[in-house]
């Protein structure tokens, strides 16, 4: 017997139109150097219907990639709705990857169209002079002075373009967007979101013990609108009506503080770097945080020290998520659960200190090396795999690889445990995994215990080649400004917390643990910088 409900397409314009009917006033901010720019989120749909017609007169049409090149801004926001919502496919490049890399990208994607940042241009146009596809590049002028040569400038185009009047109707299942993983090995990878699985995904982001928005609320993404589809925020925005607060090319600590402040945030959204970043600013701010409830971290492991320090100096907690490009991003997050509401401090900072649980509507699994399932008892290791509606089935322009994609499943190359109650936590990514005399080492347990450490500013530990063990944990760290570390105080603040062959065999004082493009310590790089640091004399 079949189910007798309507059935309506699951897509964009479905959001935006709900959007434009009850959250026309609700607030959508950019700061600039002359201060905050807010417009009515009324006024961004309209604006993104004028980009629309204006991309339509220039030839884009269903299934044509428009990129951006951008900051969190309006006009990048505006992209996020207009795109979409007239069938094209929104392509967010990231910022901060390497020309060869964008050069790459834009090709592989076919990107006809770019949105690009004035203040980026010095990035952006070493890339433009190598790439054959883009056919129109839109500049958008956050600097002022002149336009770079056979550019359109984003508000020109806006002012003289005919809205577009309704959005098409658009299949569900249509891509709505794409975004490249910035994995560090082969070539990067495309993972192309369909109207359905942003929908969908906004949904569950929406649910209470999900990121739990609401009207009522002002979220601050510092997470890029670049990567991994912005933790779904634009979205969740429209679909709620919360106001929106972006930081434009403003990512100083400071000023990120001065905006969350000012604006009365009261959800912030960003990397466990960026937190650590903003615990002086934030602790500093008179009057404190406002109605600041509900810090959300994610994109790597949060230590615990941190999470610690906003609970008990800032009274806010940091609820930590996992999940990645490929998961759309959101794949569980931290919550307690009712049991949980007698618990002692340590116990209760154990489990919000977790990956958390599944959200609803993605499955997780555990296999080890011989996919085989690992039993979910909080002690035994396995690689996470995934599998539901917002979850990658495969990458763009290529056959889904058994190595990437099991049965149906995603491999997320991420190792975990998984306790009985459901909680995750990532131990590392199988090719960060430390394999010391046959015992695994958690390099993420690791460094989040350094962390700890009062002297310590950040920590990244790498596994190298040893002649008697096969692999030692090198811990490499930086010290606070001012304050002595030595491998003896490190190994003291460790002994009494982790089991005698997780201790690092040695431990290196560097000036700043390298980032990846999207702000995760670059393990890799490291790895080359020390090599074979355990087999030469030192
Ligand atoms: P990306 O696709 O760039 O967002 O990277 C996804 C990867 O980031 C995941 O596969 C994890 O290795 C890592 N990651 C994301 N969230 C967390 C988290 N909360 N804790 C630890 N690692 C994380």
């Known amino acids: 017997m079949r189910g007798l409900m309507q059935e309506a397409p699951l897509n964009i314009p479905m959001i935006v139109r709900h959007a434009a009917r009850y959250h026309r006033d609700k607030r959508v901010v950019?700061?600039?150097?002359?201060?905050?720019?807010?417009?009515?989120l009324g006024e961004s749909i309209e604006r993104s219907r004028r980009l629309a017609g204006a991309l339509a007169k220039l030839g884009i049409g269903?299934?044509?990639?428009?990129?951006?090149?951008?900051?969190n801004h309006h006009a990048h926001f505006e992209t996020y709705i207009g795109a979409p919502s007239m069938g094209a496919v929104l392509h967010t490049l990231n910022i901060r990857l390497f020309a060869?890399?964008?050069v790459y990208i834009v090709g592989h994607a076919s990107d006809r169209v770019v949105i690009v940042d004035k203040s980026l241009w010095p990035v952006w146009e070493p890339v433009a002079a190598r790439v054959n596809c883009v056919e129109h590049t839109i500049v958008v002028d956050d600097t002022g002075g002149e336009a770079p040569p056979s550019t359109l400038d984003y508000e020109a185009l806006l002012a003289e373009a005919?809205?577009?009047?309704?959005?098409?109707?658009?299949?569900?299942?249509?891509?709505?967007?794409?975004?490249?993983?910035?994995?560090?090995?082969?070539?990067?990878?495309?993972?192309?979101?369909?109207?359905?699985?942003?929908?969908?995904?906004?949904?569950?982001?929406?649910l209470a013990d999900g990121v739990g928005l609401r009207e009522s609320d002002t979220i601050l993404p510092i997470v890029p609108l670049f990567h991994a589809n912005s933790?779904?925020?634009?979205?969740?925005?429209?679909?709620?009506?919360?106001?929106?607060?972006?930081?434009?090319?403003?990512?100083?600590?400071?000023?990120?503080t001065r905006l969350l402040v000012e604006q009365r945030t009261t959800v912030a959204a960003g990397v466990p770097?960026?937190?650590?970043?903003?615990?002086?600013?934030?602790?500093?701010v008179q009057g404190g945080l406002g109605p600041l409830r509900s810090i959300i971290c994610g994109g790597a492991a949060l230590p615990i020290s941190l999470q610690q320090a906003y609970h008990r100096r800032l009274g806010v907690r940091i609820t930590q998520a996992w999940g990645m490009t490929e998961t759309s991003p959101l794949g569980s997050v931290a919550w307690p659960r009712e049991a949980h509401a007698g618990l002692d401090q340590e116990r209760l900072d154990d489990i919000l200190n977790s990956q958390g649980r599944a959200v609803p509507g993605v499955e997780i699994r555990l296999r080890d090396d011989h996919g085989e399932d690992v039993p979910h008892d909080g002690s035994s290791f396995g690689e996470i795999q995934v599998r539901g509606n917002w979850i990658a089935a495969a990458y763009y322009g290529e056959e889904p690889t058994e190595e990437k994609f099991a049965d149906g499943w995603l491999r997320?190359?991420?190792?975990?445990?998984?306790?009985?109650?459901?909680?995750?936590?990532?131990?590392?990514?199988?090719?960060?995994?430390?394999?010391?005399?046959?015992?695994?080492v958690s390099s993420v347990k690791l460094e989040g215990l350094i962390m700890g450490q009062p002297d310590v500013a950040e920590a990244a530990v790498i596994g190298l080649p040893h002649p008697q063990w096969d692999e030692r944990p090198l811990a490499c760290v930086v010290a606070r400004a001012g304050a002595q570390v030595t491998k003896e105080s490190i190994l003291e603040h460790l002994e009494p917390q982790v089991a005698k062959w997780w201790l690092p065999e040695d431990v290196v004082l560097i000036d700043a643990v390298p980032k990846t493009s999207v702000g995760k310590f670059d393990k890799k790089a490291l790895r080359e910088r020390f090599g074979r640091y355990f087999e030469t004399e030192r």
């Open 62 to 71: 269903r299934g044509d990639r428009v990129a951006t090149f951008c900051w």
């Open 30 to 40: 950019t700061n600039t150097a002359d201060g905050p720019v807010e417009r009515s």
């Open 273 to 284: 770097t960026i937190w650590q970043a903003m615990l002086e600013p934030l602790s500093k």
């Open 100 to 102: 060869d890399d964008l």
């Open 231 to 256: 933790w779904g925020v634009p979205y969740e925005c429209l679909m709620v009506g919360a106001n929106l607060v972006m930081p434009g090319a403003l990512m100083d600590p400071e000023s990120l």
């Open 412 to 440: 997320t190359g991420d190792v975990a445990t998984i306790d009985p109650e459901g909680y995750i936590r990532i131990v590392d990514r199988t090719k960060d995994v430390i394999k010391s005399g046959g015992e695994w």
């Open 162 to 206: 005919t809205p577009l009047e309704t959005w098409p109707e658009l299949d569900e299942g249509a891509a709505a967007a794409m975004c490249y993983t910035s994995g560090t090995t082969g070539k990067p990878k495309g993972v192309v979101y369909s109207h359905r699985s942003q929908v969908l995904h906004t949904y569950a982001g929406l």
